[in-house]
């Protein structure tokens, strides 16, 4: 099942600099995109959302960005802050069928 | 803040061995899920469940696997006859009628023996 992707497993940034999480989705009958954020032997939390009638969802320092002819959308973090350090979980769904990409390991470097 | 909780946080079984994992999801969702996550790799979706019924299952959820609401507030998850590579995290969510954020559980580590 390869409908959500993300391709980069890890990203590093300094404190203070932007992250941009990224991920690809193949199924165009899906409604709704979600971040998740996930720490070590906790489940994944709700971070982000975004209709998909819409192309930008900010929220404090955390923005989400969709373009729905590019089947991609991002996750944008501004400042990073050591505690954001998780992994990351874009989310697509349809009707109540959510799935999940593979996670992007960020880590922010004080 | 009303909370999915599972049972245990961690189970270990024999090889051939039945495990029932327990999850009481928010009282006033709607529609119930299982995922697991092998360690290292991704979160992967197994069943889906609303209105007492399966809605989606994944190609993982075999006739080794069920899924039941018993009592409307447990949801629990049987793995009839566990093999090794059922290891995983097992990860219980729920969600409120339309709003597409899933509420997860802090999940059962399973480790098949």
């Known amino acids: 099942d390869q409908q959500v992707k993300q391709n980069s497993p890890s990203l590093s940034v300094q404190e203070g600099r932007i992250s941009i999480l990224n991920c690809d989705y193949t199924n165009s009958m899906f409604d709704y995109f979600l971040w998740y954020k996930k720490y070590p032997a906790e489940g994944p939390t709700f971070l982000i959302s975004i209709s998909s009638i819409k192309d930008k969802n900010e929220d404090g320092r955390f923005t989400v960005f969709l373009n729905k002819s590019a089947k991609h959308l991002s996750l944008h973090i501004v400042p990073s802050q050591p505690g954001d350090s998780a992994v990351y979980f874009c989310?697509?769904?349809?009707?109540?069928?959510?799935?999940f990409g593979a996670g992007t390991r960020l880590t922010v470097k004080p | 803040e009303p909370e999915v909780t599972q049972t245990p946080s961690h189970q270990v079984t024999q090889m051939g061995q039945e495990v029932i994992l327990r999850c009481v999801p928010i009282?006033?969702?709607?529609?119930f899920y299982w995922y697991r996550q092998i360690l290292g790799q991704k979160v992967e979706f197994l069943v889906s469940?609303?209105?007492?019924?399966?809605?989606?299952k994944s190609e993982i959820f075999d006739d080794q696997f069920s899924v039941e609401r018993p009592d409307g507030s447990n949801f629990t998850l049987k793995i009839r006859s566990t093999k090794l590579e059922d290891s995983a995290m097992y990860f219980c969510a729920s969600m409120w009628q339309g709003s597409g954020k899933l509420f997860f559980g802090s999940g059962t580590q399973l480790s098949v023996l």
């Open positions: 989310a697509a769904k349809v009707a109540y069928d959510m799935r």
């Open positions: 009282s006033n969702h709607l529609y």
């Open positions: 469940f609303y209105n007492n019924e399966i809605s989606e």
